[in-house]
């Protein structure tokens, strides 16, 4: 068994990259992605695919009381206290809330997860935080790698809030970007407008839409707004969408994710319902595996570089915050895993004492 350390914070450089990859779109069981093997992936959309993505959404997102509600909206607080997460190469179970008083994970749940991760014979790395608590789990939570089409979800709320700013019209058309036609599902008056764009890129995983929203948006501050967001240091290389991420910098992307969906700002409920219906979450199957009723909001990756998830998930009363990056070749196998970590995770978390 890896070794395990229950510890007491200090505070930390945090590590970003934003990142993404060529992804291929499947159907909503993770076990239906095929393997990839080369860049230029075919996207494989299934018209079927039931999802609800107009603006009047229906995505309820539960009101965090306690320890992140403290600093909700505020995204240099939040890089500061994402600081202070562990930087062991192994599992550690810590506090952020009161480093001197770490919580207790059982043996049971603790030995299951440490079994999920050594099942997997590549390098792998993982971080949870309870948004109530600031208790949380990590495992060599500051190795950044190449993370596939996570940073989709990042720019869809760049765009969002653009258009909260005033900056940007979701209806605004923007013919002439897209290789080929974007799948259509009704949700849009047009299928070339920004906003299916973004529908296509987050639900469905479509380089195409992403890339065509990035060639249009990117000189717009792109770089200007993750700086903002108080990451240190800021990874973002020019003229490449796909960069690598570390799992605090995924999560402190979603904390930030959280306080605008939670705003009630003009978007905010469309683009909640997009992340609840992503068509591939590792971290939504393995709720589903474990038998729990639970609301997944995610933007996972996948390709021959690496297989992972990040994102918020709500269940038994509890928010968190959670990011599972691996090494992992995409494959029925290699994604079954990824599954089975991130429930392994949870339950973990839901044991903590």
């Known amino acids: 068994m890896k070794r395990f350390t229950a510890l007491t914070m200090s505070v930390a450089a945090l590590v970003l990259g934003i990142c993404g990859w060529r992804a291929v779109a499947s159907a909503s069981s993770v076990a239906s992605v095929s393997t990839s093997v080369h860049q230029e992936e075919e996207l494989l959309v299934q018209d079927s695919l039931a999802?609800?993505?107009?603006?009047?959404?229906?995505?309820?997102?539960?009101?965090?009381?306690?320890?992140?509600?403290?600093?909700?909206?505020?995204?240099?607080?939040?890089?500061?206290?994402?600081?202070?997460?562990?930087?062991?190469?192994?599992?550690?179970?810590?506090?952020?809330?009161?480093?001197?008083?770490?919580?207790?994970?059982?043996?049971?749940q603790l030995e299951a997860l440490e079994e999920a991760l050594e099942a997997i014979d590549v390098p792998a790395s993982f971080l949870l935080v309870d948004a109530e608590t600031g208790w949380g789990i990590s495992h060599n939570a500051f190795w950044a790698n190449y993370a596939a089409s996570?940073?989709?979800?990042?720019?869809?709320?760049?765009?969002?809030?653009?258009?909260?700013?005033?900056?940007?019209?979701?209806?605004e058309h923007l013919y002439g970007y897209s290789d080929e036609p974007l799948n259509q599902n009704g949700n849009w008056e047009s299928p070339d407008c920004v906003g299916a764009y973004i529908e296509n890129a987050v639900l469905y995983s479509d380089n195409s839409a992403y890339e065509s929203l990035r060639e249009a948006y990117d000189w717009q501050g792109y770089d200007q707004w993750l700086e903002e967001l108080g990451l240190q240091p800021v990874v973002i290389f020019a003229h490449y969408w796909y960069p690598t991420l570390s799992p605090v910098a995924s999560v402190q992307l979603w904390m930030n994710m959280y306080s605008y969906l939670a705003s009630g700002a003009q978007h905010a409920a469309w683009l909640s319902d997009l992340l609840a219906n992503t068509n591939v979450s590792y971290l939504r199957q393995g709720m589903d595996d474990a038998g729990f009723q639970a609301t997944v909001l995610n933007k996972a990756g996948w390709d021959v570089l690496s297989t992972c998830d990040s994102g918020l998930i709500q269940v038994n009363g509890h928010t968190y915050f959670a990011a599972v990056i691996t090494q992992l070749t995409t494959s029925d196998e290699s994604n079954q895993q990824v599954v089975d970590l991130s429930a392994a995770l949870v339950q973990a978390a839901l044991a903590l004492q």
């Not at 320890?67 to 995204?75: K, R, V």
């Not at 940073?151 to 019209?169: I, N, P, T, V």
């Open 51 to 108: 999802v609800s993505a107009v603006p009047d959404a229906s995505t309820e997102i539960m009101a965090v009381r306690g320890f992140f509600a403290s600093m909700e909206g505020d995204a240099q607080a939040i890089a500061d206290v994402l600081a202070a997460v562990p930087e062991d190469e192994s599992t550690v179970v810590f506090s952020l809330a009161n480093p001197d008083e770490a919580p207790f994970v059982p043996s049971a």
């Open 150 to 171: 996570s940073s989709k979800a990042w720019f869809a709320l760049f765009l969002c809030q653009m258009a909260q700013a005033g900056e940007l019209d979701l209806t």
